[in-house]
């Protein structure tokens, strides 16, 4: 016979287990939205011992864990070790930095459009959003054939890795079709944007003057 101590570790499972793995989304994973949500505060005081903090997002639909700043839990005198990182920080190279910001930036042209709130890419047009920042080779024996396919194929890898970050989802049915997850937002906010939109009008100056040299 279950008791009721033994329902609430069920339920607590239910719903740490899941957000350990990675995002959890209310229409992709229903069941577990739910139980989330039905031990909120609880799950929230169990991660934080973990060195965690619990994300949620009713109104987008998802949830997530983040990483607690640990940066003033230095090693002490007393010989105490600071805890170890269970969400690890992934260094990001600079052309999925780049993607996930385009990607950020059309999420909020989209939201201030008033439309659906689910912002659906094609390969083709993720591609057209990164050609301007990548560099044409000089080089007049190669064919803007060759050098589309070549551009088509570096987008492919950062759209792929973009998917395992978790920011992007490939539709079902629909080839080369991707669902920009709006957990991006929480990753990327407005101020981060401003700053790498700076950071960005300096680069594509940099490339123009590239070019015309």
Same mark, same amino acid.
């Given at each position: 016979?279950?008791?009721? *101590?033994?329902? %609430? $570790?069920? /339920?607590?499972?239910?719903?740490?287990?899941?957000?350990?793995?990675?995002?959890?989304?209310?229409?992709?994973?229903?069941?577990?939205?739910?139980?989330?949500?039905?031990? /909120?505060?609880?799950?929230?005081?169990?991660?934080?011992?973990? =060195?965690?903090?619990?994300?949620?997002?009713?109104? %987008?639909? +998802?949830? !997530? &864990?983040?990483?607690?700043?640990?940066?003033?839990?230095?090693?002490?005198?007393? =010989? @105490?070790?600071?805890?170890?990182? &269970?969400?690890v920080r992934r260094p990001l190279t600079f052309p999925v930095s780049?993607?996930?910001?385009?990607l950020r930036k059309r999420l909020a042209e989209s939201d201030r *459009?008033?439309?659906? $709130?689910?912002?659906?890419?094609? @390969?083709?047009?993720?591609?057209?959003?990164?050609?301007? !920042? &990548?560099?044409?080779?000089?080089?007049? !024996?190669? @064919?803007?054939?060759? +050098?589309?396919?070549?551009?088509? =194929?570096?987008?492919?890898?950062?759209? =792929?890795?973009?998917?395992?970050?978790?920011?992007?989802? %490939?539709?079902? *049915?629909?080839?080369?079709? +991707?669902?920009?997850?709006?957990?991006?937002?929480? !990753?990327?906010?407005a101020q981060w944007l401003g700053l790498f939109e700076d950071r960005?009008?300096? +680069?594509?100056?940099?490339? %123009?003057? @590239?070019?015309?040299?």
């Open positions: 016979m279950t008791g009721a *101590g033994d329902l %609430e $570790t069920i /339920q607590l499972s239910q719903a740490v287990v899941p957000l350990l793995k990675g995002v959890v989304y209310r229409d992709d994973m229903p069941e577990f939205w739910r139980a989330i949500l039905a031990v /909120q505060a609880r799950a929230a005081d169990y991660v934080a011992v973990l =060195g965690l903090r619990l994300i949620v997002n009713e109104a %987008e639909g +998802y949830a !997530f &864990l983040q990483g607690a700043d640990l940066a003033k839990e230095e090693d002490g005198e007393d =010989g @105490s070790v600071k805890r170890p990182r &269970l969400v780049l993607l996930l910001a385009l *459009g008033g439309g659906d $709130t689910r912002l659906v890419l094609t @390969s083709e047009e993720i591609t057209e959003m990164m050609r301007l !920042f &990548l560099i044409r080779p000089d080089n007049e !024996f190669v @064919s803007d054939t060759s +050098y589309d396919a070549k551009i088509l =194929g570096q987008v492919q890898t950062l759209i =792929g890795k973009v998917v395992e970050l978790g920011f992007l989802r %490939e539709l079902k *049915g629909q080839d080369n079709h +991707y669902e920009v997850r709006r957990v991006l937002k929480d !990753f990327i906010d960005l009008a300096a +680069y594509q100056k940099h490339l %123009e003057a @590239s070019t015309e040299q």
